[in-house]
């Protein structure tokens, strides 16, 4: 007799097609589990799965919504997928953004007055420097005295938020704002134009676009993408090589910090207008859930992100209209993680079928 | 010995990865009290062989028995390390499988005492062992976290896991590739010990000479079949090279030295820390010289090393590179024209997810030939990378293949290539051939004499006297950080060398490879 068993056996190099594949794949899964779940809740599922897709995607509206969500994404999902290529474990994203939003109202609201051609890059530009800025302590910390990146950067985040919440109800608070925790808005030379009339998609989008283009360039084509990529993959050999670990590290997080702070600085100056306490619903959190479904790849960065927002966005409508709670989106988001995990498995792994005597 | 009924008989096992044919109708028998030695080259299929034994892999053919305690044949269910453990085989690994925070004890109790257990059986098991570890020599401090224990007591740890587990059979993989000579001859009297009591061991190389000073009975593959079983006595490295590479053993020539101009000049160097303290060291090494270092391991190597590297900073003297002071880094050392080997190429030699391009380029990311304006040329570097392939002959599937697919000894072909780029005035070979196969070998002492034959200084840090005697015009000896005159090679012999090694131990050391040659 024999009996049928599954093997794991080590993959010698993932195909092009399961590199793409894995991810896909795993996005599906997340979402089918997903669906699992919302049927327990005793949602009708007939009326939740169109309700979610057209939320997302169905009209104009919907289409620009996913993407007014998906500009902050890519922009802390390339933080990561920076960061993670040279293994610094920058959890910071939230607290990065938030640096770059105060940084951004710190600069636009009124404090100098451009034109908007100078103004809108002097606004992207603090806010940049204020991600960077918060990140480049842990760096340090990390390279000085090798204190543990994931602690300081995710401790950072609770640091830096009630950091803003001091700033909008003491010194940065808006004279205006009848005493409410928010910023003096930005003024209009600050802001990042409309992309869509009517509609609240802005001009940050195209920034993140070019962003992640420049992301894949530095990582790929450049002699220090490279020497980032030899420090993440062996940091005994890169500095054997000659390579300065602590300098590429540092170099790594000042660009991560900066594209976090760039998230801040875009959602202040194209969307929100003011700076509160509720500008992010864990974009820098779900930053690391887009890089890690985009397997760390600067451009595939760009559609993981897409796809985060949309379910974000459809979950928002279909709770609306069935009563299902928003946590719905949370929880794909947390499924995707694990399915990407676990998907990337199968990119070092095949499974084998195979028949054994008993 | 040949006559004894078989404990263990393998027939026909057969093994396919993709298209390479990694075991092909091989055929083994071993007795209980036999050493049998399995030889071949890297990539020959040993190790396949017995993860099949093992249960790690499920071969494509073939069948695998052992006796059970009334000595009858039973077959063994294939895939299951359980079954192989219950069965009484046991294996330890070239690269082990121990919980470096846990101490030797508790790595040993690990998967044999019951996991939920309320309460640890900690005095039975250190009884037995005690019992096991006077029985057989293999002394190690059961109560020492593995981490702070050296590489050839973690083995003695593995061979007493899988002795307590009651062992019939025990497997181990190239176990002298990790040891110091003298670790290795305290391993062959364990295993010794533990045969003439009974265990049938297999005993996994790629070494002539420590096969013919171990085993009872040599098994030789090649390509993934077996090329010959004979019995070792009478059997001579010639004819086993011939079974193992196909082609008769090339030893190297020794060569002339050209003595140049001095190319390295250490003056009273001291740097490093620990077993890696190198003391006052003064040495001076000419163009077209190979000089030889000896010594065991963790004497000073590594300080001497990283002063050359360019990753470890002097304390004092004087370090001279063609009569100019040496570089402070990596980057200023690879400039003054110093090619380096690294001692571990996997720890820091090369980055496993890059492409071989990339690690051929690794030391060199900022020069005018890789890099413009910061971005790589990256038409330059692929054909750059395709001449290192062909000039160096690395099997490889191309350029832009992640180098962690490559074979060690292709890997250290490209490291090679690497470190001899743009002829070099003075080559740092530290342990260049390490766990490689004949052939690989071969290949790297062809090329460091012909670096040196072409004008270079090349400074050989070995723990194998063989390659020292062959290759070196001069050898010095390391011992406790103190490195004695470098003495031409035709005044010395393995013993001069041998207790030099030792300090002033005793005469009684003398290394294996040495002894068996």
Redesign the interface.
């Known amino acids: 007799m024999t009996t049928l ?1 599954l ?1 794991m056996e080590p993959r ?2 993932p195909s092009a097609l399961l590199m793409l594949g894995v991810p896909v794949l795993s996005a599906l899964a997340a979402l089918l589990l997903a669906l699992v779940i919302l049927t327990v809740t005793g949602a009708p599922l007939g009326q939740a799965v169109p309700l979610l897709v057209s939320g997302a995607a169905g009209s104009l509206f919907a289409v620009t919504e996913t993407l007014t969500r998906a500009t902050p994404l890519i922009f802390t999902g390339l933080a990561a997928a920076v960061a993670f290529r040279a293994r610094l474990w920058n959890i910071g994203g939230e607290g990065q953004l938030y640096a770059g939003a105060l940084a951004a109202v710190a600069v636009g609201g009124g404090a100098i007055s451009a034109p908007p051609y100078l103004l809108v890059p002097l606004v992207m530009l603090a806010g940049a420097a204020a991600g960077a800025l918060l990140l480049l302590g842990p760096v340090l910390l990390k390279t000085r005295l090798a204190v543990d990146e994931v602690v300081t950067t995710l401790l950072l985040n609770f640091v830096m938020l009630l950091f803003v919440q001091m700033m909008l109800e003491g010194p940065m608070q808006d004279p205006m704002g009848m005493g409410w925790p928010q910023s003096a808005p930005m003024v209009d030379e600050a802001a990042l134009p409309k992309l869509v009339a009517q509609m609240r998609l802005h001009a940050g989008l195209i920034l993140a676009l070019a962003a992640a283009a420049l992301v894949h360039v530095l990582i790929r ?4 993408g ?2 980032m ?2 420090v993440g ?2 940091a ?8 300065s670990v602590p300098g590429t590290l540092i170099i790594t997080g000042l660009f991560s910090g900066a594209l976090a702070g760039l998230a801040g600085a875009s959602e202040v100056a194209g969307l929100k207008g003011y700076l509160t306490t509720d500008l992010s619903p864990g974009f820098g959190y779900a930053g690391i859930v887009v890089a890690m479904l985009a397997q760390l790849n600067a451009l595939a960065v760009v559609p993981a992100a897409i796809f985060i927002a949309a379910v974000f966005v459809g979950a928002d409508s279909m709770s609306r209209t069935l009563a299902i709670s928003n946590y719905f989106a949370d929880l794909v988001v947390a499924l995707a993680l694990m399915c990407t995990l676990a998907g990337s498995l199968f990119l070092r792994y095949r499974l084998r079928l ?1 028949r ?3 | 010995m040949a006559l004894a009924p078989p404990l263990l008989r393998l027939r026909g096992i057969g093994m396919r990865f993709g298209d390479l044919i990694a075991n092909d109708g091989i055929d083994l028998d071993v007795a209980a009290g036999e050493i049998v030695a399995l030889l071949g080259e890297n990539g020959a299929g040993k190790t396949t062989l017995m993860n099949i034994l093992f249960g790690h892999y499920v071969a494509d053919a073939g069948e695998i028995a052992i006796a059970d305690e009334a000595g009858r044949l039973a077959p063994l269910t294939q895939g299951s390390p359980q079954a192989a453990l219950a069965a009484g085989i046991g294996m330890v690994h070239q690269h082990f499988a121990l919980a470096h925070n846990l101490s030797g004890l508790e790595n040993i109790m690990l998967g044999t005492v019951p996991l939920f257990g309320l309460r640890l059986p900690r005095r039975e098991v250190r009884a037995r062992l005690k019992q096991l570890i006077a029985e057989t020599g293999l002394a190690v401090d059961l109560d020492t976290p593995v981490r702070a224990l050296s590489v050839g007591e973690r083995q003695r740890i593995e061979i007493l896991k899988a002795l307590s587990r009651r062992a019939r059979v025990l497997v181990l993989d190239e176990p002298t590739a990790v040891l110091a000579p003298l670790d290795a001859e305290h391993l062959f009297g364990a295993i010794r010990t533990l045969a003439a009591r009974g265990l049938a061991v297999i005993f996994i190389s790629h070494k002539l000479s420590e096969v013919l000073a171990l085993a009872h009975r040599i098994v030789v593959l090649r390509h993934g079949r077996k090329v010959a079983d004979l019995p070792a006595e009478g059997a001579d490295r010639e004819t086993l090279a011939r079974h193992m590479i196909g082609h008769a053993l090339e030893r190297p020539e020794p060569t002339a030295p050209r003595a140049g101009p001095p190319v390295l000049e250490l003056q009273g160097v001291t740097c490093g820390t620990g077993r890696d303290r190198l003391r006052d060291a003064t040495l001076t090494l000419r163009g077209g010289e190979i000089v030889g270092i000896a010594g065991v391991s963790g004497n000073g190597q590594r300080g001497l090393a990283g002063i050359l590297s360019g990753l470890e900073r002097r304390e004092s003297g004087r370090v001279l590179i063609c009569g100019e002071p040496a570089g402070a880094t990596a980057r200023q050392m690879v400039a003054r024209g110093v090619g380096r080997l690294t001692e571990d190429r996997h720890h820091d030699g090369i980055a496993g997810d890059l492409t071989v391009a990339e690690n051929l380029i690794l030391e060199r990311t900022r020069s005018p030939q890789v890099q413009r304006h910061g971005l790589l040329r990256r038409r330059a570097i692929r054909a750059e990378a395709e001449a290192a392939i062909r000039a160096f002959d690395v099997r490889c599937p191309g350029p832009d293949a992640p180098i962690r697919l490559l074979s060690g000894g292709n890997i250290q072909k490209l490291l090679l290539a690497r470190a001899l780029h743009g002829h070099p005035r003075l080559i740092l070979a530290n342990q260049p051939t390490r766990g490689l196969d004949i052939g690989a070998t071969g290949e790297v002492h062809r090329r460091l004499q012909e670096a040196a034959a072409g004008g270079a200084g090349v400074l050989l840090i070995s723990e194998d006297l063989d390659e020292l005697l062959a290759l070196a015009h001069r050898i010095a000896v390391l011992h406790a950080g103190h490195l004695t005159p470098a003495i031409e090679t035709a005044r010395l012999d393995v013993q001069t060398i041998g207790l030099a090694m030792a300090g002033h131990a005793a005469g009684a050391f003398a290394p294996i490879e040495a002894a068996a040659s």
Do not use: K, V
């Open positions: 068993r093997r010698p190099s084509r450049t002699a220090l490279l020497e990529r030899a993959g062996n005994a050999a890169a500095r054997f090589a000659g390579i195979m054994t005597p008993a």
